[in-house]
């Protein structure tokens, strides 16, 4: 990006495949909490996230799923964050088990907005864990959409690019303030808000490196096939993952079936 003006606009369009949450993405979630835990001493938590009127009178929250639009432009930006010179990973993951789920928790993972150098580009990973309720599943277009706030948030512009978040701070947002708690809050009031189906929302911010960042792809691309958004592999009707290369010797997914057909034999034995 330079300095010219840019849309924000990024809404994606992928209602025409169909796309349905195809399994509870529960193992998943274990697997962030993993990638937790082996960073313990790097992770900054956040029990409360900022209630509503903070959000909105502080920080120029929107309520409604789209407020005015801002554009960024090169010379107003304090901190890029998934720049594509950089790491980005994004991750929504759903589960029908609220006890997997820490509803309102913000981890952050590496330094803050506000300890970052001006006009840094930072990795950045943002991960959402959703605590759906039991027989529903909201609108996997829509889940997706929420993740980029788009307009809804002051001082804050995303470009997404597929399978990363490149986001946008301007100097005049983190001087007011704007940190990733700010965005974390903004993104669980988002979802618990326009979602009746949801009852929970956690998150998660990884800045500390491009290898921490990289080290959610296969869980990433395990979403996506859950999802119906991989371009090879998906999840068959009969839970067996398919796919449309012949010769799983030569695949590099290879590791990403093997971990699915492991999620799959274990849902299949609770459910005998």
Known sequence: MSGEPETSETTVDLSAQKRNVIADMAPLVGRVREFLAERTGETASC???????????????SEKRKGRPEVILGEDVAVELGHPSTASQVLVLLSHRPELVQAGRISIVGPDLDAM???????????VMLSVKPGETPD??????????????????????PGRLWVRISK?????????????????????????????AEVVFVTSSSDDVNALSQISTEVNILAGRHKKLALGVDGEVECQDLNCDTCDEQPVCDSLRDIVIKR?????
Request: glycine share 12%; no cysteine; charged share 25%.
């Open 117 to 127: 150098e001006d006009g840094g580009r930072h990795p950045f990973a943002q991960v």
């Open 268 to 272: 299949r034995g609770k459910n005998k």
């Open 47 to 61: 029990d409360a996230p900022y209630d509503l009127s903070t959000l909105t009178g502080r920080f120029g929250f």
């Open 140 to 161: 996997p277009f829509e889940t997706d959409n929420t993740q980029y706030l788009m307009h809804r948030l002051s001082g804050y512009m995303v470009r997404s690019v």
């Open 172 to 200: 005049a947002g983190r001087a007011a303030g704007l940190t990733l708690k700010t965005v974390g809050s903004a993104l669980i009031a988002a979802y618990t808000h326009d979602f009746e189906e949801i009852e929970g």
